[in-house]
């Protein structure tokens, strides 16, 4: 169940999004960095790719309401605490 879940609420954020074309294009243009020997810009690129032309093609969006697990809610709060966590970590990296 949480596996389905999780992949209707991935797919009905990635096609509901009023932002989404901005950042699809953004995303297109992105190159890759390779980060401290934990993540290769070939992998990015690769899951770049992936997500651009596979991962979001021929869905449509989803029914989510029934959502008992991985609710919209939930995953709007996981999102922003994990953005909290994350950007002052690359702030560091990146102004140096």
């Known amino acids: 169940m949480f596996h389905i879940e999780t992949n209707m609420i991935d797919i009905e954020l990635a ?6 074309d901005f950042y699809w294009l953004n995303l297109e243009k ?7 020997g934990l ?6 690129d690769m899951q770049r790719d992936v997500t651009l032309h596979r991962w979001y093609a021929d869905k449509g969006r989803q029914d989510i309401k029934s959502n008992k697990h ?4 939930l995953t709007m709060d996981f999102i922003k605490n994990a953005t909290d966590l994350v950007i002052p970590i690359f702030q560091v990296y990146f102004d140096d």
């Open 70 to 73: 991985v609710t919209y809610e």
């Open 15 to 20: 096609l509901s999004w009023g932002n989404k």
């Open 39 to 44: 993540v290769y810009a070939k992998e990015v």
């Open 30 to 36: 992105s190159k890759g960095v390779d980060l401290d």
